[in-house]
């Protein structure tokens, strides 16, 4: 499934091919936010054109709308979708953390009222692995328990028993009834605490999944605690198998990731940016409504090789911007996930050439 093909002298950031049922994705990779089986504001031809390998989709926002039964008859989530590429789709762990108010955790699952319509649903780890297998998910996420911080040692090693008893029963159920589906990677869970993270990380490790999701990580904490906490538990895990570090993806912490062994990267903030005027360079984050925008007849960036760089400037989409058009969206979501995807590709030559 994974192969590294090349490694760093310095740090545990390695380049590697990672095979899936719909294609082999070169690493480190990023990739873009479908949580409703769209990247937000772009055509899949798009997508592609940026250099995005696999798309990250949401079981749980799916589950729900349009539900399990018209994915299934469409013959999956690709089909539905039209996207050709592999999907990770992730459990609605996340959903445990960011839709508090709206569920009630047991052992035995997730009971959630529909942020919808407020219907009342129970997913349970093996309804997870299902609903991923019918979806004919490349790479799936087992349902966990990520808590928010700051949150007590008690609540935090709460979630990594819970975590690591779901896990077991994940892939108990995937190795069971759904063996020639996709991939099942365990979750690292254990908040800020160094001794969660090493119990957790012995723990998911001993399971004997294909690849590792870490999880828990930019919630608030200090960026130097979320390196911290990463180092601790990539030390943990065999260093041979993939490593995604879940919703984080900003720039400058996608370049430490990779020192510590991350192959794969997700984040909304890219695309959430682009909606509410904000673009990437090599400067930092820009506001295209700002007046200093108004003449400006250059690109986003000069050094960027997309679509909207190499035809529209700065003048224009801000002009579109302020009419409220729908062109400058997509213009700007184009721009911010190709500074993604060019990153992955300096940083991948980088691990080649050993200067990582």
């Known amino acids: 499934m994974f192969k590294i093909t090349a490694k760093s002298p310095r740090s545990k950031a390695r380049a590697g091919k990672l095979k899936t049922l719909h294609g082999t994705i070169d690493t480190p990779a990023f990739m873009p936010v479908g949580t409703q089986g769209t990247v937000k504001a772009m055509t899949w031809q798009q997508v592609k054109d940026i250099g995005a390998q696999i798309i990250l989709s949401n079981t749980y926002h799916l589950y729900l709308r349009p539900g399990i039964k018209v994915i299934k008859k469409a013959g999956g989530l690709h089909k539905f979708i039209g996207w050709d590429g592999p999907i990770l789709t992730d459990s609605g762990g996340y959903q445990v953390f960011s839709l508090a108010k709206l569920r009630k955790i047991s052992d035995e699952g997730v009971t959630f009222n529909s942020h919808i319509d407020g219907s009342k649903h129970l997913l349970t780890p093996e309804r997870v692995v299902e609903i991923q297998s019918i979806f004919g998910s490349d790479i799936m996420m087992p349902l966990d328990e990520c808590v928010a911080y ?25 190795n069971m009834k759904y063996r020639s589906k996709g991939e099942l990677f365990g979750i690292v869970q254990g908040g800020i605490y160094k001794d969660l993270r090493e119990r957790s990380a012995e723990e998911i490790r001993a399971l004997d999944f294909p690849g590792y999701g870490i999880g828990g990580l930019s919630v608030g904490e200090p960026k130097e605690m979320m390196l911290k906490m990463l180092e601790v538990s ?96 997509t213009l700007m979501t184009i721009h911010n996930l190709r500074v993604m995807t060019a990153l992955m590709e300096t940083i991948r030559e980088r691990i080649k050439k050993g200067t990582i």
């Open 150 to 174: 700051p949150s007590t040692k008690s609540e935090a090693e709460k979630a990594v028993i819970r975590t690591t008893k779901w896990a077991r029963r994940s892939i108990e159920i995937k």
């Open 234 to 329: 990539t030390d943990n895990l065999e260093y041979e198998k993939p490593k995604h570090l879940m919703g984080v993806g900003f720039p400058e912490d996608i370049k430490e990731a990779v020192k510590y062994g991350i192959d794969l990267f997700d984040c909304v903030i890219p695309t959430r940016l682009a909606r509410h005027g904000a673009f990437l360079t090599g400067k930092g984050k820009q506001i295209i409504r700002n007046a200093k925008f108004e003449s400006d007849f250059t690109p986003l960036d000069k050094d960027c090789d997309c679509y909207t760089c190499k035809n529209f400037t700065k003048a224009y989409i801000r002009h579109l911007f302020i009419a409220k058009e729908i062109l400058p969206l």
